[in-house]
């Protein structure tokens, strides 16, 4: 592991800051300490609020060409040191290290991607019903954001967030997760490396959470807030935003269906339905969470994926050839043996795994569930592990009506070669995002974000840009 990435201390106005109180990171699977970082608390976040508004007076009027090349030099120092950062997300998330190195080249796609639409703020003069006057729209950046990122992809969503923030010309106040605050730690040291100005990043690792969140909505130097995590909190953020007005984006809790038509390629569905569940442990938010399959080809579909599932290899992210690694903590664990546990008293079969693995205690055997019904937890619950959860059905309105059935609309997965089909589902199915015939959909060029209590705001694409824009109108005579 590169040593001169692994940071342990917050970064506030361009200095690596020591707080007296720290918290522990530990590495999932072997279970013991990587370091202690410091844990910041009201003080520290005010410090860090303090700087990024003192540093958005000058940020702000960069030039945007300027701002564009410290964000491609930036993209470059990452790309550069892409396995040292992979090694050191596998270590404190888990994951293995091949999807490690997927996430960190996934998150510096976006920064690639904004550092070009830095150039591309453009505004309008728009025809006045007066001849006498004109009207123009210009775009400037709201202002200081408040970040707050999950553990699940702790480079990525950083990335994904701060890269059009900085573009637009807005400075950050980052709260990475307590599990793993030393990717974003990395990805600090890289963006002052890059010549990124002091005060326009700032990270705060804490294990106070709610102390932090308080202080950013709080504060009316924060304009807006952007934050990937459980609707749970979500909504609480929200509550707190209101306070100030503070614009908010949120990619909240996912309840994904994935939808098997019997006119489907079986193979390519068997083999998305793996891409989609299995990758991270189960633990991404756009994962498939229910698994419906026409009843014609249901034996056939749940035949193949025993084998391939049978075939996943456990162990240690950084173990060549694994696919399941370790749950980010014991909550976790815990939630999936409930989830799976209540299924199986309420009539749900359990055809393979089921159990924490004997070998690594914190493990979730890869696990296949039939017999599953709406009135189960497993159903309805978000269940962030390796857990295929499978339910049939007979007809299409049948299964659109409980794809919908859900108060999440993150996304969605339907494999069918039916191109009428594809349309009214495109219209009927309520997610913000649907992979048609593909498993993995998210990419740095597409607006990733959902619908009802899976959050508002988009990030990614030509669209990820303007939720960190105020359109100010100027008439002028």
């Not at 290899?313 to 409930?338: F, H, Y």
């Not at 498993?439 to 607006?447: E, Y």
Request: glycine content about 8%; hydrophobic content about 40%; aromatic content about 6%.
């Amino acid at each position: 592991m590169n040593e001169s990435l692994l940071k342990s201390r917050a970064f506030i106005n361009g200095q690596w800051v020591k707080t007296d109180k720290r918290f522990r990171v530990d590495d999932p699977f072997a279970q013991e300490l990587i370091v202690e970082v410091s844990d910041c608390g009201e003080k520290e976040a005010h410090e860090a609020i303090n700087a990024a508004h003192q540093a958005f007076k000058s940020w702000s009027k960069t030039p945007a060409q300027e701002r564009s090349d410290k964000l491609l030099t930036w993209y470059q120092l990452i790309v550069e040191h892409l396995d040292d950062l992979a090694e050191i997300l596998t270590t404190e998330q888990g994951k293995p290290l091949q999807e490690a190195k997927g996430e960190i080249q996934y998150g510096a796609n976006y920064i690639k991607w904004f550092a070009e639409e830095a150039l591309r703020i453009n505004g309008d003069i728009i025809p006045s019903p007066d001849g006498n006057k004109q009207i123009h729209a210009i775009k400037q950046p709201v202002g200081v954001v408040g970040i707050i990122t999950p553990w699940n992809f702790p480079q990525a969503m950083i990335a994904r967030k701060v890269a059009p923030a900085l573009a637009a010309g807005c400075t950050v106040v980052i709260k990475p997760a307590a599990e793993t605050p030393l990717s974003a730690l990395a990805m600090a040291e890289l963006a002052q490396q890059a010549g990124i100005p002091d005060g326009v990043i700032n990270l705060v690792p804490t294990s106070e959470a709610s102390v932090i969140g308080e202080a950013l909505t709080s504060s009316f130097n924060v304009r807006k807030i952007s934050f990937t995590g459980s609707t749970k909190v979500g909504k609480i953020l929200m509550s707190q935003a209101a306070q100030n007005v503070q614009r908010v984006t949120m990619e909240l809790g996912g309840n994904a269906p994935f939808i098997v038509f019997d006119d489907a390629d079986i193979d390519a569905a068997v083999d998305g339905i793996m891409a989609s569940k299995f990758r991270n442990s189960g633990q991404t938010c756009v994962c498939a969470n229910r698994i419906f399959i026409h009843e014609n080809i249901y034996q056939e579909v749940i035949d193949k994926l025993v084998k391939k599932v049978e075939a996943l290899k456990t162990g240690s992210g950084l173990e060549r050839d694994v696919s399941i690694t370790p749950l980010i903590n014991q909550a976790g664990i815990d939630k999936v043996k409930r989830l799976v546990k209540s299924a199986q008293d309420d009539g749900a079969k359990v055809i393979v795994g089921g159990e924490v693995s004997e070998k690594h205690n914190q493990i979730f055997e890869p696990t296949i569930m039939t017999n599953v019904n709406f009135d189960m937890d497993i159903a309805c619950e978000e269940i962030f592990g390796p857990v295929l959860s499978f339910i049939a059905f007979s007809n299409e309105a049948s299964v659109v009506e409980q794809a919908n059935a859900t108060k999440a609309g993150l996304a969605a997965y339907v494999y069918t070669d039916d191109r009428h089909r594809i349309k009214r589902l495109s219209e009927q199915i309520e997610s913000g995002m649907i992979g048609f015939n593909e498993g993995i959909i998210s990419n740095h060029m597409a607006p990733f974000g959902g619908v009802k209590e899976s959050g508002m705001g988009r990030e990614g694409s030509k669209y990820g840009i303007s939720d960190y824009l105020d359109i100010k109108y100027l008439c002028i005579k």
